[in-house]
């Protein structure tokens, strides 16, 4: 099944390898079998994950401001009353 492997270093947070370790202890293989497993149905699963278009949220006009918000003393006046 793997006709070439290449040794390489990885930077895991904890969490994530005291699962590999976990797993690899279930299983009884070895964590790299595990972190291979893992690894290659991720990869998978993302080339069959459809894309998710682009959320676009309804705009809405709300006609001119009754204030310029940059006017402290006007926005100030139109609290007050």
Do not use: K, Y
Request: net charge positive; with cysteine.
């Amino acid at each position: 099944m793997i006709e070439h492997m290449i040794r390489t270093t990885l930077i895991l947070d904890e969490a994530c390898l005291r699962g590999v370790r976990d797993l690899a202890r279930r299983e009884d293989r070895t964590m790299s079998e595990v972190v291979n497993t893992l690894l290659r149905e991720g990869l998978q699963r993302r080339r069959r994950a459809p894309r998710v278009a682009e959320l676009r949220l309804p705009a809405f006009s709300m006609g001119r401001p009754s204030v310029n918000l940059g006017d402290r003393n006007a926005l100030e006046a139109l609290m007050d009353s």
